[in-house]
């Protein structure tokens, strides 16, 4: 039998140098002591095997603990291994999610069924959910606090009901408190009630040693114990303990980390909110903020620039949040300035056909072909461009119905549509004129744009044509909102700004510093009226009935022989 194991993909390489504001690790590095202490390592300590036990006294006596109480860890991921290990092998626990992956991934090594236990409404912290999950048949709880990527802390009373009720049930309790330090304080005084009590910490976040790889799980004396049994006697090297050591005696290094961490967490908060992004409280050297439809773009644009942050929208409740580290004020600076800059980047809206998508062999052939069906006589691109100039015909069934009365012919709107449908679609084995159509955009081009800028479609095509378009041209992903058909009321489509207005209001955009780009006197019209530059694009295979000057004299301020000349708009 297979099985799928949950993996957890690791920093690989290429972070050194950047702004890395990925991993909460502590951006202003490590305390000097603990270089100074790496540099004079003895010959011996790095050829002798490593020894625990002094490191482990002075840690027990940082931590208020026995040294028995004290299980040293290859970082709080071994510590983490450990508990789920003993306690949740091929049993169920209890997860609040969302939360650090890791416990995921260690209990799908370990064959632990997780019970998930969602966070609460705006993040909070989920106590009631989580008492109800507390039965006799589960034999773990973890709870992050403060948890990461949420920055939510529960409170001292919340984390004493939950260890209550799972005492009631025979059920351990492990706390991941890696951040505690930022929080202000720990739940280690709980060990002397608590025989069901493990805690985590770590050194890789306050103390910046992560590169070390040094961490600890407290326990009361008989589960120290037992989790020592399975843990390897030599899982931390000699020269991790030394650097242990040199930072449990300076002491400063973490108070001011601390004491500036906050401070940045203030303004980095403060400023987030005033662009208008959401950002959660947070009690860890991280913020959990959602940049709705701007996630991507702010992401990637970070990460051209040198800033890391992490992309947290995959975890469950936070779609479109990314977790960013809090540095020094210089690296927050840093960060919310060219946050700034992503945000206020202009918007650039684009019509769909004749611009992004060439339909002279589709639409225009199931306009002329709809026509030449029901009135028997030709119908030329001239004729049809000839009706797409005035204005109010922006759907091409409304341009079918107008070619058909020209001739004489009456015929009701559905059968139009209906006869225009199968020809653009296909019907009966017959392949339609969509398969006709012919993607404008080079992709580098587009990518290029769309990692900078905002990029959305208004169009007056049904959704669903829309969308078969982006399908087929792979050019989904790179749209931040489509506005089609169905989007707008009836008597609502262009020249109506309505659909540009709508677009500009889903991406956050600004109408004075965007674009729309339409081939059409519908589409410039409208984007006068929505208050956006209108740009004028002459289409592939129309012909070129002074369509330029008409577009000019309805307000386009630039006219382009083809959507990948968009950027000299920016000139
Ligand atoms: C970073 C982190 C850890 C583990 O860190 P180590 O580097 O393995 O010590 C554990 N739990 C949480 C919640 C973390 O964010």
Do not use: H
Not at 73 to 99: F, H, Q, S, W
């Amino acid at each position: 039998m297979t099985k799928t194991l949950q993996v957890y993909s690791g920093p690989g390489s290429g972070r050194l140098g950047k702004l890395r504001l990925d991993f909460n690790e502590n951006t202003r590095g490590c305390s000097t002591k603990v270089l100074d202490a790496l540099r004079s390592a003895s010959a011996e300590s790095v050829s002798a095997y490593p020894e625990q036990d002094e490191f482990r006294k002075n840690l027990a006596r940082y931590l208020r603990l026995k040294p028995t109480q004290v299980l040293l860890t290859n970082g709080g991921d071994e510590a983490i291994r450990l508990v789920l290990g003993e306690y949740a092998r091929g049993k169920k626990m209890i997860l609040p999610e969302p939360t650090y992956s890791m416990f995921r991934v260690y209990a799908s090594a370990t064959g632990a069924r997780v019970q998930r236990v969602l966070y609460a409404n705006d993040l909070l912290f989920p106590e009631q959910a989580i008492l109800n999950a507390i039965t006799p048949g589960v034999s773990l709880v973890a709870v992050v606090n403060p948890n990461n990527p949420t920055g939510t802390l529960a409170s001292r009373r919340q984390i004493t009901r939950i260890l209550d009720k799972a005492l009631e049930c025979g059920c351990f309790v492990v706390l991941d408190e890696v951040y505690s330090q930022f929080a202000g304080r720990n739940s280690v005084s709980l060990l002397g009630k608590y025989p069901n009590l493990s805690i985590i910490f770590s050194f890789s976040k306050a103390f910046g040693l992560a590169g070390l790889r040094l961490g600890c799980v407290v326990s009361s004396e008989r589960v120290t114990r037992m989790l020592s049994e399975k843990s390897d006697p030599y899982n931390i090297s000699s020269l991790s303990l030394i650097a242990g050591e040199a930072a449990l005696q300076d002491v400063d290094f973490v108070r001011t980390t601390v004491k500036e961490t906050k401070e940045n967490v203030r303004l980095v908060s403060r400023e987030l909110e005033l662009l208008g992004v959401r950002v959660f409280p947070s009690a860890a050297n991280f913020v959990l903020a959602n940049f709705g439809s701007s996630a991507k773009r702010v992401f990637e644009t970070l990460r051209r620039r040198g800033i890391l942050v992490r992309d947290v929208s995959s975890y469950p409740m936070l779609e479109d949040c990314l977790r960013i580290t809090i540095g020094t004020k210089d690296q927050c600076l840093q960060l919310l300035r060219e946050v700034k800059r992503v945000l206020s980047a202009p918007a650039f809206l684009f019509d769909m056909d004749g611009v992004l998508v060439d339909v002279s062999k589709s639409y225009r052939q199931a306009i002329a072909k709809t026509a030449e069906f029901f009135t028997g006589a030709s119908v030329s691109p001239i004729d049809i461009q000839a009706v797409k100039e005035k204005t109010g015909f922006n759907d091409d069934w409304a341009v079918t119905s107008e070619l058909i009365k020209n001739r004489g012919v009456a015929v009701s709107r559905t059968l139009v549509v209906k006869k225009f449908q199968e020809l653009y679609l296909g019907s009966g084995g017959c392949k339609g004129f969509c398969e006709q159509e012919r993607w404008l955009f080079d992709s580098n081009l587009l990518q290029r744009l769309s990692s900078e800028f905002r990029l959305g479609i208004v169009t007056g095509r049904p959704r669903q044509e829309a969308f078969a378009a982006l399908e087929r041209f792979k050019a989904k992903y790179f749209f931040d909102c489509v506005v089609s058909l169905e989007d707008c009321p009836a008597g609502k489509g262009k020249p109506d700004p309505y659909g540009i207005n709508l677009a500009l209001e889903r991406m956050g955009a600004i109408a004075s510093a965007s674009f729309y780009f339409g081939d059409s006197v519908d589409d410039v019209s409208a984007a006068v009226s929505a208050g956006v530059r209108a740009v004028g694009i002459l289409p592939p295979g129309v012909p070129p009935v002074a369509l330029e000057n008409r577009l000019r004299s309805k307000g386009a301020t630039n006219i382009l022989q083809s959507v990948n000349e968009v950027l000299e708009v920016l000139a």
